[in-house]
T-cell receptor, first 110, second 117 residues
Framework: GENVEQHPSTLSVQEGDSAVIKCTYS??????FPWYKQELGKGPQLIID?????GEKKDQRIAVTLNKTAKHFSLHITETQPEDSAVYFC?????????FGAGTTVTVRA | KAGVTQTPRYLIKTRGQQVTLSCSPI?????VSWYQQTPGQGLQFLFE???????NKGNFPGRFSGRQFSNSRSEMNVSTLELGDSALYLC????????????????FGSGTRLTVV
C-alpha cells in the first residue's frame, strides 16, 4: 500500500517567518494530495489540496507544490501567525484510499 | 449546519473490556469513515461505511468493527481492549464514499479520546 513520510515532526518558527513541511509518497499512481490542519481539541480540517496534473497551488498565505517525478510534495506557509500553530498532516490518495503522514507540530513563536 | 458529532468525548476503559463509540455525520452526508490517531503514527484508516455497508477496511484486527444505521449514524466497537488501543478515534463524513480521496475532503469530528488502563 501507499506509504507517506512527513518531515519534520516538529517545527518552531518566529512569527512572520515562513514554514515548510515536506512529504514523500511511495506509490507513483497516487493522484490527489490534501493537507489537513488540526488544532488542539479539534478534528483535522482540510486547508488545501492539489491534484497530480498540477504543480503548484496557492491560497492566500499557504501554498502546496508537487513534484511527481520525485514523488514529493510540500506545504509552504508564509508570514506565519500565532493562529497557524497546529498539527499539519499531509496525505496521498490512490484508488479512493487516503494515506496520511505522521504529522508535523508547528509552533509559531511571538 | 451542525458538524460531525462524536460521543462520548472522553472514555476510560479497562483492559479486556469492550467499548462502543458513536458518530453522527453532517446532515445529508451518507458516508462515514473512522480513523485511529496515535502520537507518531498519524491517522490510520479503520473503515468506511456508506448506505449501511462497509465499503473499505483498513489493516486492523477483527476486534475493531463498525456499523452504520439507516439515518447514516455510525458506531464503532472495539472488543477485548488492549493498552495499545488508547488513542483518539476520529470520525469523518462525506457525501459519497471515496469523495475525500478525490476532492472536497472529509469533515472530521472532534474525536473520542479513549484511554485503556
Amino acid at each position: 500500500g501507499e506509504n507517506v513520510e512527513q518531515h519534520p515532526s516538529t517545527l518552531s518558527v518566529q512569527e512572520g517567518d515562513s514554514a515548510v513541511i515536506k512529504c514523500t509518497y511511495s506509490d507513483s499512481a497516487s493522484n490527489y494530495f490534501p493537507w489537513y490542519k488540526q488544532e488542539l481539541g479539534k478534528g483535522p480540517q482540510l486547508i488545501i489540496d492539489i491534484r497530480s496534473n498540477v504543480g503548484e497551488k496557492k491560497d492566500q498565505r499557504i501554498a502546496v507544490t508537487l513534484n511527481k517525478t520525485a514523488k514529493h510534495f510540500s506545504l509552504h506557509i508564509t508570514e506565519t501567525q500565532p493562529e497557524d500553530s497546529a498539527v499539519y498532516f499531509c496525505a496521498a490518495s490512490r484508488n479512493y484510499k487516503l494515506s496520511f503522514g505522521a504529522g508535523t507540530t508547528v509552533t509559531v513563536r511571538a | 449546519k451542525a458538524g460531525v458529532t462524536q460521543t462520548p468525548r472522553y472514555l476510560i476503559k479497562t483492559r479486556g473490556q469492550q467499548v462502543t463509540l458513536s458518530c453522527s455525520p453532517i446532515s445529508g452526508h451518507r458516508s462515514v469513515s473512522w480513523y485511529q490517531q496515535t502520537p507518531g503514527q498519524g491517522l490510520q484508516f479503520l473503515f468506511e461505511y456508506f448506505s449501511e455497508t462497509q465499503r473499505n477496511k483498513g489493516n486492523f484486527p477483527g476486534r475493531f468493527s463498525g456499523r452504520q444505521f439507516s439515518n447514516s449514524r455510525s458506531e464503532m466497537n472495539v472488543s477485548t481492549l488492549e493498552l495499545g488501543d488508547s488513542a483518539l478515534y476520529l470520525c469523518a463524513s462525506s457525501s459519497q464514499p471515496g469523495q475525500a480521496s478525490v476532492g472536497g475532503g472529509y469533515t472530521f469530528g472532534s474525536g473520542t479520546r479513549l484511554t485503556v488502563v
